[in-house]
């Protein structure tokens, strides 16, 4: 985990998980532990990413989660590493092929995406 500070003390916590980790824990596993770390307001970045299926789950999950006077929700940024590229057209639109990529995972009312290409995702992250 690393932890960005800024001089007035207050920072925000970036935890980078590896695909090495995520494979030892079962889909709901993987699952709550994006959501605990995102309801203390860090920022998970996976290494590998999760399955389409996860990610749906993910969603269902936040949905159900959120309180008007208190957890706003996810924001969710993914993008295939290189050997994604290879998969037809149809593949990457319905999720099959490789699933490794990056994913960045945020509180909703803190992390922005500015700017989002097959090589850079590029994100505001603010501290409330």
């Known amino acids: 985990m690393a ?16 695909g ?21 307001g860090n920022i998970v ?25 208190g957890f706003n929700g996810i ?3 993914t993008y295939p590493k290189s050997g994604t590229k290879d998969a037809g057209f149809l ?8 699933t490794k990529k990056l994913t960045v995972i945020g509180p909703a009312n803190q992390i922005e995406t500015l700017h989002k290409d097959e090589t850079l995702i590029s994100a505001l992250v603010s501290r409330e």
Do not use: F, Y
């Open 20 to 40: 090495e980790r995520m494979d030892s824990l079962a889909s709901m596993e993987k699952i709550r532990m994006i959501l605990d770390g995102v309801h203390e």
């Open 3 to 18: 932890e960005i500070t800024g001089s007035d003390g207050n920072g925000v916590q970036i935890d980078l998980i590896s």
């Open 75 to 77: 924001e969710i940024e």
């Open 91 to 98: 593949g990457r639109l319905i999720g099959k092929g490789e």
């Open 45 to 69: 970045i996976l290494e590998e990413g999760l399955t389409p299926e996860e990610e749906s789950r993910l969603i269902e999950v936040t949905m159900s989660e959120i309180n008007p006077d």
